[in-house]
């Protein structure tokens, strides 16, 4: 039933061209998590789900970890929250709805695996608006840092000169873009 619920999504995003990692950096990501083993995810940008879904496929097999995963759109969030209800992953995700940078503000948990997948000029806000609950050390996915990296231009040179930071290259096969890349940044205190 999983399987076909992310097929489902996945054809749905590319159809109607809602915004998605796409399997080529949804694999890379579960790659991360899987090794980093994290308490807590916190993503910004759901959308309908689809990073999600990867996401929580692999707390699911570790058996431990939580997603809360914010999403501006209601419509998309409600989408979201029905594909993680019928993938039957429903009770590893909060999905919240609101701003990003309002609604990590909110956070009172520890966090140590952050997604920035929202709109390319809120990384930086949302990092400050959460940075405070980052464990030491922490890992940090930004997504888009090839296609919009003229409009993170504060977060990459916060977390380039900061942290211990890597930029990595995909190609990609969506019909919108063919190649992108994610920043892997280690937060410490
Ligand atoms: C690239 S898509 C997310 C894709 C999703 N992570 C996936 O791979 O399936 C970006 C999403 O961020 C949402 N978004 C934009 N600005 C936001 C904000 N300030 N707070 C929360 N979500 C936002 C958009 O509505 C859009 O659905």
Redesign the pocket.
């Known amino acids: 039933m999983f399987d076909q619920v992310l097929e489902k ?1 996945e054809a749905q ?1 590319r159809e109607e061209r ?5 399997p080529e ?2 694999e890379f990501v579960a790659n991360c998590i899987e090794q980093a083993k994290p308490s807590l995810i916190v ?10 879904l ?1 996401i929580l496929r692999v707390l699911k097999s570790i058996g431990s970890g939580k997603l809360i ?5 209601t419509n ?1 969030a409600e989408q979201a929250r029905s594909n993680f209800v019928e993938a039957g992953v429903a009770d590893l995700v909060d999905s919240r709805i ?4 309002q ?1 990590l503000k909110s956070i009172d948990d520890q966090v140590d695996f952050l ?1 920035l ?3 390319f000029d ?1 990384y930086y806000p ?1 990092f400050k608006s959460i940075e405070s609950q980052l464990t030491n050390p922490a890992t940090i996915l930004a ?2 840092v090839g296609i919009g990296a003229d409009s993170m231009v504060d977060y990459l040179e916060h977390v380039r000169s900061q942290y211990e930071s890597e930029t990595n290259w995909f190609d990609i096969n969506l019909p919108w873009v063919k190649q992108d890349a994610i920043e892997v940044s280690v937060y410490r205190r």
């Not at 609101?98 to 940078?101: F, H, M, N």
């Open positions: 999504v995003c809602i915004p998605m990692l796409g950096k949804a993503e910004c940008g759901t959308a309908v789900g689809y990073s999600g990867w995963t914010v999403e501006i759109d998309r609101g701003d990003a940078e609604v997604i997948d929202n709109n809120n949302c997504d888009n």
